[in-house]
């Protein structure tokens, strides 16, 4: 199953061609996609007009949407921080943290346009296409 991050939503609601929206374009309809309840928040707060946020949100929930969080995805999401700030590397949004630890506990492949990701890719295992 494909996790699709808000990086690449945004990217592919706006018409940008690159190797990631490409990907998503190409798995609809053949791959099984999901999202994450803040994903779902994130990518709906970037419309403006009400017609375009409405048909966001429509062809949004036609996906899984499971939700972020619990104790135990905080507990785990906060070892995979503590595990990459001793390899020197700092993450610099807690909810990329939070979502690639869904993906990796989840074993689930995350398309992402965000290279804050990359270090839960070579530290930890995410998995994801090499699409950079």
């Known amino acids: 199953m494909w996790l699709v991050d808000t990086s690449v939503w945004i990217a592919y609601f706006n018409g940008i061609a ?4 490409d990907r998503l374009d190409a798995a609809l309809g053949h791959e099984a996609i999901c999202l994450v309840d803040l994903i779902l928040c ?9 017609s ?6 429509t062809a949004l929930l036609a996906f899984p949407i499971y939700p972020l969080g619990g104790v135990e995805l905080a507990l785990q999401s906060a070892e995979y921080y503590r595990t990459l700030r001793r390899r020197g590397v700092t ?6 943290c939070l979502i690639a630890t869904f993906a990796i506990t989840n074993e689930m492949w995350l398309l992402h346009n965000d290279r804050d990701f990359d270090p ?4 930890l295992g995410l998995k994801s296409d090499t699409l950079k």
């Not at 839960?120 to 530290?123: A, L």
């Open 18 to 21: 690159m190797p990631q929206t």
């Open 42 to 50: 994130e990518v709906l707060q970037g419309f403006q007009r009400q």
């Open 52 to 57: 375009e946020f409405e048909a966001a949100q």
């Open 91 to 96: 993450v610099r949004k807690t909810i990329d």
């Open 120 to 123: 839960f890719e070579t530290c």
